[in-house]
């Protein structure tokens, strides 16, 4: 499986973004139960950023993001958003998408948080927001 990430870039603070992610196998377009954005500086651990179940049933947020972040599914495409409205210079860190075809659409939120639970990962888009 690829998973592979795209939109990211250097926006002022108070500006938008949207990421997309794209999750593929043998050159198909590749469904999940549950997709999710993780956010990474150096030095830090991965952070939850936003997950969804692909029925779009479940969906969480990192608290810090609530309200800013928008996480979406385009079910025609397979493909996973993340709508980012009024950046803060502390949303700055490289973005990953994960897939996590083997968990339960409906688990329970920690294990939608929990990023070992995810068995597929792209390699990141960096997001830098400057004040």
């Known amino acids: 499986v690829q998973v592979v990430e795209s939109g990211g870039g250097s926006v002022q603070a108070g500006e938008s973004l949207r990421l997309s992610c794209t999750a593929s196998?043998?050159?198909?377009?590749?469904?999940?139960?549950?997709m999710a954005w993780f956010r990474q500086n150096p030095g830090k651990e991965r952070e939850f950023v936003a997950a969804?179940?692909?029925?779009?049933?479940?969906?969480y947020y990192l608290e810090s993001v609530k309200g800013r972040f928008t996480i979406s599914a385009n079910y025609t495409t397979n493909a996973l958003f993340l709508e980012m409205n009024n950046l803060k210079p502390e949303d700055t860190a490289v973005y990953y998408c994960a897939a996590c075809p083997s968990c339960s659409p409906v688990t329970a939120e920690e294990w939608f948080r929990d990023r070992s639970q995810y068995d597929y990962w792209g390699r990141g888009t960096q997001v830098t927001v400057v004040s």
């Open positions: 969804l179940n692909w029925q779009g049933t479940r969906i």
């Open positions: 196998r043998s050159g198909r377009a590749f469904s999940s139960n549950i």
